[in-house]
């Protein structure tokens, strides 16, 4: 029987890498999770268990902490784009070398502590690099970052309400309703060269501020396009943006079994089954 | 600023739908938890907050109740083929419906219990449909189906060698070790109105078989080949099969400093991080 | 301020060691996942920053790799035997070492493969070892025994009613409705020097078939002490046998507003909140 | 055969319960999950079948809505006080009931929304009471109160050395790593009627401080005695805390093949197996 390879990749996942940099007494650390990725002609490895063009996933890993050694991290961007041009040297087979990068952050104990750290909140903060080998480097690379886990709630200025009713919808319309979600989100970059940290900053803030001053949410999509809106208005080098919401359902209780009744105070929160809304809001072509 | 809609769509996950199927004492009954997604002309929805075009998350997930009163649910496939169908009804903005389906398996209890079940080692089945509102119901309708969480190992007939060597490379060659791995893998079929819970278990014996059976396996890549070439030759219905292999690695511990050996004995099971090796193994084009 | 330091223990959670026994040809595999515990006079590491009583946590991984390529492990009981008395010994402040042993279960690919497996069902093997240092060994050593995440379900045969009814209660009886939960048990042995192996086989057993053959089950509670009597009357070496059961709840889907009845066929599997049933089942004192 | 009931008890696990306090235009709310159980007699439950003093683990979910109308939910600490008064007037077979309570806590967006809400980072507030039937109310409910997964570390201050070293020993001495930890923490209060909310913040940052600013720490045990000492000299209602606490290892990268030294800059976080310390401080009898 004639079979042939399709799309294929492979790489390591889970790599833990933390970084210190001492500054005298004042310390400041990063701390990520990568994953790497080569896609390319890797047939005679699967055809013919021919492993000679193989970079062991072993190699990947021990690559991130000899870089990471050789220069500062950084952010996550510039250390994508590091560790995606020394993938493509070391792997003359792949034609296109993807990290992903998670970076958990921290802020000082007590607003200024030299050394010592808790987990902030706020979600964290993921960065994509994408790096072919054709062309010249600007124009094949490619920059993407996000949030991912930031969860935001607001208990009022939220309905939704004129949906379509079928024969299956027992959905009573809620003109005022919590909304709650955890914001999961990718914006690609248009070009190279940006301050990664303070974009990601200016993203993040304008999402949250977008989240809680749409007062007339209409649905979670809507909400959706409103965030698009504002991170598009307020970071020019964003190209567009992806965001993936679920729907964290909050039911007012129904307490007319007890004789109550429940004026938007006292709710349910439920797990599963959840709603989940994805869309990409880019610019306008004109 | 203007701004555009780009790919969307939304609906619901982690929908949990049990069916008990009662033939006299003996019962029957499947365990599925269902996503819903629906993607077609939702920019109203997004921009203006008008929802008239949304049918409401909360309806998909009643009609998945619905419609397994009415019929018998039977296989995920069946299931997903008439709630794809009600979905395209119910919602004339969308051009598209894919409902994916994870059904845990159970096994009667002392082999032959008429209703007391326990849950089945294996792996999860599950089935991915997909269907279009253009063209006709056959041509337009994809059947994809899969295995996840099937773990497997084997204690020797695997090696790792011959890969390529650069700066940051340390491994040492492997010329028997252990492979572990946990298949995930997702098939599409040619054609419809098969026996999709028949073809499941061939899938399922041929990766089975395939894994245990090729005993000089140089890679994960060689056995993600050889297992994708057992099931093209096993279900002549089936495609092609794509497969995502997390490498469990499991490390000989090193003893030397207690002045032991360790003859392939005694290992260490690491979690992160770990090799990943995803591929699609399809018929060649003659 | 004079403060003392109460309760303390320490030690190592999750060691993962794999032994492969090899005879010839056909293999066998043991999968455990191991926390050790050491309770004593451990003041002056924690009141004066004195480590000179301490055992690192990394010895205690160490020697589990150690031990187990000096001998066989042999069931999960007697590795934890083993390595209890090797704590005692090299740590002279414990007074007690308590190991805890999680086994995976795996079967044999195809039935009877030499050397390729797959995670058998049927829920994980526990054993705890706590071993103190006074008395003799046989009288200071105690052997428990468990299973883990052992799913079970029945259709029909459980029952609840009759419950106290109070202002907030609005439950509707059952009379006939689906049980299911997740057997986590562990039970003590009365006397040393078992085959392990056999008697865990044996009560894994007795849960089932009891769990099963209760066909007037009134509650999670009246199944519990059904389960608990089967596993006495099979296993005399069983002092007393420890349940926690979840209640996996499953509710009848309602359907009436969509005109159908529903006849304990179409159910709705939720997640929280969920009952939690825990209780001991001992031999009477006469 | 005859056999006997043992230790038991019964609840309801994960009632998800949020309110929202209005007040004109600004909001406030409290996310909780709660865990209620019941002790007390329920032999005839088990052994006979007979349900009439069960109180239903759903009446305790419904009891959880219906109360929080009654009155505002205030801190987890005295809704624990007026859900177990409930119980126990509820359900007359019960001798003691225990509630655990988890607090998600938010933070405003930008400072200052009104109705805007993220989560915010520092750890999980936590609360159990349990109130036992006899005695006068003061002197048998038991008030505790945790903080859980707050992440801590710090880049310097900590060492390892000293320790006991036996055959299996093979970890290096380290005279400054990195410490790091996720502090479970609970404490018990020496009286009633105090100001939980403030309590709690008063040992959070007793705590935070602690970690931070001991800067000789010897050990994760070291570590704990301090953190304990500072609880117990900031909050004199405090009357003991015990601390869970994993070793988050960090582990320097071994640069030495690639010809490389680490200065402390670049380290492997580990997962698993990973060192745990538990211990209670408490005030020193006199």
Redesign the interface.
């Known amino acids: 029987?004639?079979?042939?390879?399709?799309?294929?990749?492979?790489?390591?996942?889970?790599?833990?890498?933390?970084?210190?940099?001492?500054d005298g007494e004042r310390?400041a650390?990063t701390?990520l999770t990568i994953?790497v990725?080569l896609e390319g002609v890797?047939t005679p490895?699967?055809?013919e268990?021919?492993?000679?063009?193989?970079?062991?996933?072993?190699?990947m890993?021990?690559?991130c902490?000899?870089l990471?050694?050789?220069e500062p991290v950084g952010s996550p961007e510039s250390f994508g784009l590091r560790l995606t041009a020394y993938l493509l040297e070391?792997?003359p087979a792949a034609k296109r070398a993807t990290v992903s990068l998670l970076q958990q952050p921290?802020?000082r104990?007590?607003g200024d502590?030299p050394?010592?750290?808790?987990?902030?909140?706020?979600g964290l903060r993921t960065a994509i690099v994408s790096r072919g080998r054709d062309g010249d480097d600007d124009d094949d690379v490619e920059v993407a970052a996000g949030v991912a886990d930031?969860?935001?709630?607001?208990?009022?200025?939220s309905a939704?309400?004129?949906?379509?009713v079928?024969?299956?919808?027992?959905?009573s319309p809620a003109a005022d309703r919590?909304l709650a979600t955890s914001v999961t989100a990718t914006w690609r970059y248009t070009r190279l060269g940006l301050d990664y940290s303070q974009c990601a900053d200016e993203v993040r803030r304008a999402v949250?501020?977008a989240?809680?001053?749409h007062d007339?949410?209409?649905?979670l999509?809507?909400t959706?396009?409103v965030m698009?809106?504002a991170v598009?208005?307020a970071c020019p080098d964003v190209g567009?943006i992806?965001f993936s919401l679920?729907?964290q359902h909050?039911v007012p209780?129904d307490?007319s079994?007890?004789g109550?009744d429940?004026p938007?105070?006292?709710?349910?929160?439920?797990?599963?089954?959840?709603?989940?809304?994805?869309?990409?809001?880019?610019?306008?072509?004109?």
């Open positions: 029987m004639a079979i042939a390879l399709g799309a294929n990749r492979y790489g390591k996942s889970g790599i833990r890498l933390v970084t210190v940099d001492r310390h650390f701390d994953d990725r890797f490895a699967h055809a268990g021919d492993n000679s063009a193989i970079l062991p996933t072993d190699t890993r021990g690559a902490y000899a990471a050694r050789e070391a792997a921290w802020e104990i007590a502590h050394f010592g750290f808790t987990r902030a909140g706020g930031l969860y935001v709630l607001k208990t009022t200025g939704f309400t004129g949906y379509l079928d024969r299956y919808t027992t959905l919590i949250l501020d989240f809680a001053g007339d949410s209409q649905s999509q809507h959706l396009w698009g809106e598009l208005a567009d992806h679920p729907n909050h209780a307490l079994p007890y109550m429940n938007h105070q006292v709710f349910v929160a439920t797990d599963r089954p959840f709603g989940v809304i994805e869309g990409t809001v880019t610019r306008a072509q004109r």
